[in-house]
């Protein structure tokens, strides 16, 4: 006889923890990778078989700029790559942006609320 209101373990669970540790044990190698890469030549590219890879190489390519505080643009290619490069240009949204994040970092700082 089963007690109804025993609780069942759920079986799922230790996979699907042990799948996001592999992720992001991936996510972090790819990441060191394009990082040495992007320090090095300034741009990385990696090929991609699927979305899901091609998803994680731009993740990857994301941590690896704030790994190495810079900023980093993430295209795909025709030829079924991700590009990763360095992004020196600012452009006029960008600068407003960065303006707007140093007034409030100061407001911050100096607690001049303006309310």
Do not use: C
């Not at 890469?37 to 078989?49: F, N």
């Not at 020196?88 to 007034?103: I, M, S, T, Y």
């Amino acid at each position: 006889m089963s007690d109804p209101h025993r609780v069942r373990p759920i079986t799922s669970a230790p996979t699907a923890k042990a799948r996001q540790r592999a992720q992001e044990a991936e996510t972090a190698r790819l990441a060191d990778l394009i990082a040495s890469d992007l320090r090095r030549q300034q741009w990385a590219k990696l090929s991609y078989t699927d979305e899901e890879e091609r998803a994680a190489i731009k993740r990857a390519a994301r941590r690896a700029g704030k790994e190495i505080g810079v900023k980093v643009a993430v295209r795909t290619t025709r030829d079924g790559a991700v590009m990763a490069a360095i992004d020196e240009e600012g452009g006029p949204l960008r600068d407003r942006l960065d303006e707007a994040r140093l007034r409030n970092a100061i407001d911050d700082a100096f607690g001049d609320d303006p309310r």
